[in-house]
């Protein structure tokens, strides 16, 4: 099955710096990479996603980037926020099988200090 | 709109007894999902209903735990005899499909269980 590394597990960066989470996957025909984040005491949200057609996909301050041959997709933050301070979650999806059955990584949790 | 709701939120619970987790989806999502996140981990799947056809238990970890959902409705998760290393955040999420553009899944607040 899908097996998904997430590093670092801990960051802290200061206000206005840039922040970014890397994770890898095993399945290459996974096609599907959500992103989420988790504020404490709160169930995960989606924050961005990408499809394995594209490379990168940005949404204001955050963009996610995919290496297919690599099976690698990577976080950015820019200009990050106290309020940016949360667990981020990466995943993957194998188009087979259960098709929305995400696989999680283990999580980062990233801390803004002003 | 509502988003998927879950309760209790916290359960404490002694060791060999069974807890029920409720899951509200929200109206319209066909899909949905339960998983349980131990202390500072990851989402662990445990079990994903899509529409009427066979749930995908695949993700369970033992013959203890079993969830029932009624067509598109609410959905229970059941832990039999619960054990201390069941103590964990159970997690519910829904989505419009399962694949395809509509597979957001868009996550409840969680059931924190306690099992002494």
């Known amino acids: 099955g899908e097996n998904v590394e997430q590093h670092p597990s801990t960051l802290s960066v200061q206000e206005g710096d840039s922040a970014v989470i890397k994770c890898t996957y095993s399945?290459?025909?996974?096609?599907?990479f959500p992103w989420y984040k988790q504020e404490l005491g709160k169930g995960p949200q989606l924050i961005i996603d990408?499809?394995?057609?594209?490379g990168e996909k940005k949404d204001q301050r955050i963009a996610v980037t995919l290496n297919k041959t690599a099976k690698h997709f990577s976080l950015h933050i820019t200009e990050t926020q106290p309020e940016d301070s949360a667990v981020y979650f990466c995943?993957?999806?194998?188009?087979?099988?259960?098709?929305?059955?995400?696989?999680f990584g283990t999580g980062t949790r990233l801390q803004v200090t002003l | 709109g509502a988003g998927v709701s879950q309760s209790p939120s916290n359960k404490v619970t002694e060791k060999g007894k069974d807890v029920e987790l409720r899951c509200d989806p929200i109206?319209?999502?066909?899909?949905l999902y339960w998983y349980r996140q131990r202390l500072g981990q990851g989402l662990e799947f445990l079990i994903y209903?899509?529409?009427?056809?066979?749930?995908?238990k695949s993700g369970l970890p033992s013959d203890r735990f079993s969830a029932e959902r009624t067509g598109e409705s609410v959905s229970t998760l059941t832990i039999q005899r619960t054990q201390q290393e069941d103590s964990a955040v159970y997690l519910c999420?829904?989505?419009?499909?399962?694949?395809?553009?509509?597979?957001?899944?868009?996550f409840g607040p969680g059931t924190r269980l306690l099992v002494l």
């Open positions: 999420a829904s989505s419009r499909q399962s694949g395809g553009r509509r597979e957001t899944q868009y």
């Open positions: 399945d290459s025909a996974s096609n599907y």
């Open positions: 990408i499809r394995s057609n594209v």
């Open positions: 995943a993957a999806r194998p188009p087979t099988g259960t098709a929305s059955k995400l696989t």
């Open positions: 109206s319209g999502h066909t899909a």
């Open positions: 209903f899509q529409g009427n056809s066979a749930p995908d």
